[in-house]
Each structure stands twice: as C-alpha cells, then as structure tokens.
C-alpha cells in the first residue's frame, strides 16, 4: 500500500485503504489508456466514521475547505458517499504522480470542491500543469473515481436495481436495447445503458440541465479479456461528437468510463 500519511494509521484505516487497492485491482483493465481507476467499499467505510480514533485520520486527508463542506452534510449516507468519493479520487490522483509527495499528508494539500455544474474541480494543487481531471459516482454500497491526465472524463457505477425497469422508458429506446440483445439480463442491459449515458453525459454535458435525449448508443462489442463491454455513443446537437465507453460489471453493479474531448 502507497503510505499517504505519517504513521501511526489505525489499523482499520489500514484494512480500508488496502482493500480498496484489491478492490481497484480487479478492474484495472477498464481504464487502461485512459487513466486512473479507484473503487471504494462504503460499507468498510461506514464503521470507520463511527470510531474517532479512524474518523479523525480520514478527516486528516482532507483540506480545511474539504472538511468544512463533509461538516456541513447531516445525512450520514450522503456523508458517506461524499468522503468515499473523495478518498477515491485522491487517491487515483496520487497515482498520477511520477514521484510519491515528499509531503507527509499531501491528500490535503490541495481541494476537491464542485464547480458551477457540481463537477469536481482541483483547487490548489501542487503538482504541476496540466490538472488533471475527475470523475466522481456512487451507488449503494460503492463508490468510485476516475482521474485522467488531461480532461474531461466521466465516470458512473449503478446497482442493478429494479427501479431501472420502472423508469426505463426515460432513457432507453427498442433500438438501443437490441443492440444489446445478446444480454439476456433486462436490469443489466439497462444498467449498460444508464451508466454508458451517465458517464458521457459527466464527460461532455456536465453544464446541461438535460441529457438522456441526446445521447444514442450506436455500436456493441464485448471483449472477452478483461470481460468489458465497449460501447459507441453519439451526442446530438453537433456533428461528430461520440464516444467510446468502456463497462465492466461486478456483483450487482455496473461500472462504465470514458475520456474525450470538451463539448461546446
């Protein structure tokens, strides 16, 4: 495990950390070429909040402006999903350095703080040009980021809930779904097409108020190494805007990542 801060670490803070590298490692495939993926498991971080001891360590990774907005949540999930977030981007940014930090808590040296459109946006950071982006999702019991050298990038994990079923209609044609014919699974066909959308939606159309009406996906393809579906998606609204996603599923969830060019 990369030593982010001066020991000593709670153990449990330890047990954290290095889990989510195990955790990350299952899908470093997914990112390849595109940049840095970090999953973490929000149920190893729940007890870890309730402890002072290991609370009080994680609090040490973030910056003054960081803390002061996870003081300002009430909700512990929602407390939660925002400092697994956190913790999973910083820590896919660490492995965007060529050298570790000679700081001894360089995690809050710098700020992950939500832009305009509720993007992260790095404030502060000491490492030099270009800044990277981010990509933060969560969903139940995970959350995860993705940071690339140069932006923007999108990234979304979904549980196959039911509740995709019921909504389906909002983000789903007949087209679409045949092209995803040869999954069997409904929830996973439109678990594939909720985060493909998501993901470039967060990737292209941070600053649009509406999405899921124009993004189409055109082409599938699975690739068997590494097992990840590679998906094509079009945006209306200017010619020749696409991009590529790549999913992987895990469990009951789907996680789907892409990079490209900003959208005007």
């Known amino acids: 495990m ?4 001066p020991d000593p670490i709670p153990k449990r803070a330890r047990d954290l950390f290095a889990d989510m590298e195990a955790l990350t490692a299952r899908f470093s495939a997914l990112a390849a070429g595109i940049g840095c993926l970090s999953i973490i498991d929000l149920a190893r971080l729940k007890p870890l909040m309730d402890q002072d001891e290991e609370f009080r360590f994680l609090v040490s990774l973030l910056s003054s402006a960081e803390e002061r907005l996870l003081a300002g949540f009430t909700y512990p999930k929602r ?3 925002w400092l697994g977030g956190r913790l999973a981007a910083k820590r896919g940014l660490s492995r965007t350095q060529a050298t570790e930090p000679a700081a001894a808590c360089w995690y809050r040296d710098y700020s992950l703080l939500p832009d305009a459109s509720g993007r992260p946006s790095l404030h502060d950071y000491p ?3 270009p800044i990277p982006a981010i990509s933060i999702s969560h969903s139940r019991e995970y959350a995860t980021a993705l940071v690339v050298a140069t932006g923007p990038c999108g990234i979304d994990i979904q549980q196959k809930s039911a509740q995709l079923v019921t909504v389906q209609e909002r983000f789903a044609t007949e087209e679409e779904l045949t092209l995803l014919d040869r999954v069997d699974d409904l ?3 439109l678990g594939i097409l909720w985060t493909a959308k998501e993901a470039v939606k967060k990737c292209l159309l941070a600053d649009q108020p509406t999405f899921f009406g124009r993004i189409s ?3 599938v393809a699975y690739q068997s190494e590494g097992a990840i579906w590679k998906v094509g998606c079009r945006v209306t609204g200017r010619d020749g805007c696409t991009a590529t996603v790549r999913i992987a599923e895990f469990d009951d969830y789907l996680i789907a990542c892409t990079a ?4 005007a």
């Open 127 to 129: 490492a030099q040009e």
């Open 79 to 81: 407390r939660r999903e």
């Open 217 to 219: 996906l055109t082409e």
């Open 187 to 189: 929830r996973t066909r």
């Open 2 to 5: 990369t030593r982010i801060c």
């Open 260 to 263: 490209g060019e900003p959208y």
